[in-house]
Every structure is written in structure tokens, then in C-alpha cells.
């Protein structure tokens, strides 16, 4: 284990475009005030997403008598956990295996599997409002090429997992959906949707009394001597340990530089469908589908509320900033898409269209584990962040209370993120490959 990394002030804080549409359908909610003066806590957490959630609750039950702090830089429901498609995804879509093995996702599955469990525990135990439902969902290609490259050796490393699934061509999947866009999709029944900010907020405004959440909490300064000491925007707090739980952002903190990757999406939310649109769509209520090609292709859902969302767009973006511009030009290309793949729907306009950010790291592995004495950390997600940071979270706080969980042996598996080339190599080559996707799966557009 490194010692405590050498320590840079936080330069870069996250930035919330108050453009989320999730959290905009929803009713008003007041944030827990922010911290003021100096505070102390036996723990603190820093990043209320998924993982930041899961690992002040599984602390908080597993030391009921100590006190932990959650500090979070703006609301709860803002961040990447509360703007995302609202999948909680079991089979990952990338179960597809290209040597034929299949511990890796055998593990996925028994991390997502149980990050599912305890989501749907608080969502019953606590009655979170969030449109929660095992719809399932459908992994789709547009065209034929797209269903033999993706989802026929999907299919069949489902077989061979012994994953129950059903195989849809393009008229019985317009028959579940109601578009005609699609050539054909595999359908697997594990996948829970939900809107993400009502569940991110539920679980925040339910959590144990241990736990003090203060948003609008920017740390803007970190030391790691003596335990943990940092700077927030009002005051400053130290705790003897700390988890990170702050996705693409932990390299302020000193941790993982130089092997994380941080992309945009965008996202929109339509108009409610009225009752003769309802009708012309036809299908099933509450549907979700993810693209063969999550580069050049849509995600697609339809609501209980009765509207679709469309995810599309996909950015190298290290700065974690996007203008006004790139929003609108995403929303142009949202509205395409909805015209291309609803043409029963003329009418049916955008309300809202926003951008989030998720981190990758090129291996695909999460930022997991101790990283210092005194810090454990649940960052990177590598883009299935609901269940990926559900379970980070709750298996760094087991972690850091040696609490014995054979699930953080299926988390180190994972590895750890690998290292990138120096910039601006990494710049060019993020982009450049960003380009050759969307020329090489152009079929799947
Ligand atoms: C448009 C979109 C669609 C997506 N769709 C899906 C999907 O359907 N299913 C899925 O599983 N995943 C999806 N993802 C990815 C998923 O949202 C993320 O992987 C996940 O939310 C990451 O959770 P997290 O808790 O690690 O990080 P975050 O949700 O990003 O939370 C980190 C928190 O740390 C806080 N923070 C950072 N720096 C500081 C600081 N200095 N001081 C205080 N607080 C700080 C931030 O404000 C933030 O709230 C999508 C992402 C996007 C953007």
C-alpha cells in the first residue's frame, strides 16, 4: 500500500448544469444544510452518488455507535447517480466473453446481484417513491450486422452462464416496445429501472442517525496527517478515516492520477405522452433498452411517467465541463433519434436534455480498496455505476471495519485501474479512438 500521496489543493470541483430532468419531474426536496465551522466524526465520506450512500449506510450499521460525516459538494439527486438512464443492470451488456471465459462476469453478477438486494431492501423498507420495477430490459442492434458482432455472442455466453433470456427479432420487439427501428434484441429479466434522483434522494433522506450529511459541502483542501483533515467551503472536519466515493474527481484527492478517464452524456427526458399517443405507440409500460454499441447508439426507455428517454452522446471530456452549445447540439441529435426511432410520435417534444459524467479506466477495473493507512476508496464505475457503486461503497465500508465479505474478494478481482499515457498523448488517443467507434459501428447509428 502507498503511504499518503503528497497533496495538491482540489482545483477541480464537480459542477452541477441544474439541467437534470430526473430531479426536475420530481417535487422540491430541502437540501441538509451545509457544514459551518469546524466538526469532528469517527468517519467521513466524501461523494453522496451510489457509492458514497452505500458506504456511509453500511458503516453506519456496522459501527451503530460511532458518528460518521457525509459531505457532498452540491445536492444529493445533481451528480452522476441522479442523471443517469435509471438502470440498475445484474447482466452486464458486455457479458459477451471474448475468450469464452466467464469468471469475470459471473462475478459482475454476484456484485450487481447483491448491490440489487440492498437497493431493493431500502427502497421497500423505507417506501422510496422512485418508479422502481424489475422490467428487465432489451440489448439491442439496429442492424443485422450489429445483432451478429454483439448479440449473438452475448446470447451465448448467457447460455453458457445459464442466464435465462429471450431472443426478440424486429417484429416482436415492436411489439414490446413499439418501434420499428430495430433489427433485433436480446431480452434478460434481472435489470431493475427507476428514476435515479428519486432514489438517490430517498436513500439519502433515510439514512441511519449515525450518519450526518451535510450537501452543498464542497472539500476544497485535504491532509492526510493525523487522520484526515479537510477544507470545506464553510468550515473543515477531521475524522480518523475516510472513504473516497468520489468517481473521476479522486485524483484531487491524490489517488489514482494519471489512470482515470472521465466522458460525458447526455441525456433527455420528453413530454408525458398524451392518451392517443400512448395508444399509437403501443407496447409494454416501462420498457428500458441499451444500445449494441453504447459509443454510437441510443438508450432508450420509456417511463411510468409516460415519457421516453433517450442517452446519446458520448465525450473524452477531462474537464469534466460542458458549454451550453454542446447541450443544445446534443438535444438536436436526441430529437432525430426520437423522430427515427418513434415515427408514430411527430408531436412529442424534449423537456429536458442534461449531461453527466462517468469514469472509466482502460482495463475496466473500479478504483477499490485501501489506498492509504487510514483511507479506503469506491470510485470509478466504469459507467454501470448503480450497482457498481452500490457495491463499492457498502464493501469499502465492510473493508475498512475488517468485516469479513466474500464479495470484496470479487471486487479485488476486478484489479485495479491500470495506468494511461502521459497526456496530451492521452488526449489524442482518447479522441481518436472516440472517432474511430463511431466510423467502424456506423451500421448501429
Ligand atoms: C447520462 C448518464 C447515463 C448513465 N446511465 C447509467 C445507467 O443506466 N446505469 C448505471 O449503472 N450507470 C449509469 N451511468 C453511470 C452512473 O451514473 C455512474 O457510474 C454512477 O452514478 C457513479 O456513482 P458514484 O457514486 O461513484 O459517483 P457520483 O454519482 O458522480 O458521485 C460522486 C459525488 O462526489 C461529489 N464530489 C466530487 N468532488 C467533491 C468534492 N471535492 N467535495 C465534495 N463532494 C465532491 C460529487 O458532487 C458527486 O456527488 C450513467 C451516467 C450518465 C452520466
Not at 453500511?58 to 442523471?83: C, K, M, Q, T, Y
Not at 464493501?395 to 465479505?405: H, K, Q, R, S, V
Request: proline fraction near 7%; charged fraction near 20%.
Amino acid at each position: 500500500m502507498p503511504g499518503p500521496p503528497k497533496l495538491p489543493t482540489i482545483s477541480l470541483l464537480p459542477k452541477n448544469d441544474g439541467a437534470n430532468g430526473w430531479s426536475r419531474i420530481l417535487p422540491p426536496r430541502a437540501p441538509k444544510p451545509a457544514l459551518q465551522g469546524d466538526a469532528r466524526a469517527d468517519w467521513v465520506v466524501v461523494g453522496a452518488g451510489f457509492a458514497g450512500l452505500a458506504a456511509a449506510r453500511r458503516l453506519a450499521e456496522n459501527r451503530p455507535g460511532e458518528a460518521i460525516a457525509l459531505v457532498e459538494a452540491h445536492e444529493v439527486g445533481e451528480n452522476a447517480s441522479g442523471r443517469n438512464s435509471g438502470f440498475a443492470i445484474d447482466v452486464p451488456h458486455n457479458a459477451a466473453s471474448t475468450d469464452g471465459r466467464l469468471e469475470a462476469p459471473r462475478r459482475n453478477m454476484r456484485l450487481a446481484r447483491a448491490a440489487i438486494g440492498e437497493l431493493e431492501r431500502q427502497v421497500t423498507s423505507h417506501r422510496i417513491a422512485c418508479d422502481w420495477t424489475r422490467a428487465g430490459k432489451y440489448h439491442a442492434a439496429v442492424s443485422a450486422r450489429g445483432a451478429q458482432e454483439t448479440l449473438s455472442p452475448f446470447a451465448s455466453d448467457l447460455d453458457a452462464l445459464g442466464e435465462p433470456y429471450r431472443w426478440l427479432d424486429a417484429k416482436a420487439l415492436t411489439g414490446e416496445i413499439g418501434s420499428p427501428a430495430y433489427h433485433a434484441a436480446v431480452y434478460t429479466p434481472g435489470c431493475v429501472l427507476m428514476n435515479p434522483a428519486a432514489l438517490t434522494r430517498g436513500l439519502a433522506d433515510t439514512l441511519p442517525a449515525n450518519v450526518t450529511l451535510h450537501e452543498h459541502t464542497p472539500v476544497t483542501g485535504v491532509s492526510y496527517e493525523n487522520g484526515v483533515a479537510l477544507t470545506t467551503a464553510q468550515g473543515s472536519l477531521r475524522a480518523p478515516r475516510m472513504i473516497l466515493a468520489v468517481n473521476g474527481l479522486a485524483p484531487e484527492f491524490g489517488f489514482f492520477n494519471g489512470r482515470l478517464l472521465s466522458f460525458s452524456l447526455q441525456a433527455s427526458l420528453t413530454r408525458p405522452l398524451d392518451g392517443d399517443e400512448r395508444r399509437a405507440l403501443g407496447g409494454k409500460d416501462d420498457w428500458g433498452l441499451t444500445p449494441a454499441n453504447a459509443y454510437v447508439s441510443t438508450t432508450m426507455r420509456f417511463t411510468k411517467e409516460r415519457r421516453i428517454l433517450i442517452r446519446h452522446g458520448v465525450a473524452y471530456r477531462p474537464s469534466l465541463r460542458t458549454s451550453e452549445i454542446q447541450r443544445l447540439a446534443a438535444r438536436a441529435v436526441h430529437e432525430e433519434r426520437l423522430r427515427q426511432r418513434f415515427p408514430m410520435l411527430p408531436k412529442v417534444t424534449i423537456e429536458y436534455t442534461w449531461t453527466g459524467y462517468v469514469c472509466l479506466s482502460r482495463n475496466r477495473a473500479p478504483g477499490f480498496g485501501r489506498v492509504a493507512a487510514n483511507v479506503w476508496s469506491a470510485v470509478c464505475q466504469n459507467g454501470v455505476g448503480v450497482t457498481g457503486g452500490t457495491a463499492s461503497g457498502m464493501l469499502a465500508a465492510d473493508m475498512a471495519c475488517a468485516i469479513d465479505n466474500p464479495l470484496i474478494a470479487d471486487m479485488q478481482a476486478l484489479g485495479v485501474p491500470e495506468r494511461l499515457p502521459p497526456r496530451p498523448f492521452l488526449d489524442w488517443g482518447a479522441r481518436l479512438r472516440g472517432r474511430f467507434d463511431l466510423v467502424r459501428h456506423r451500421h448501429e447509428r
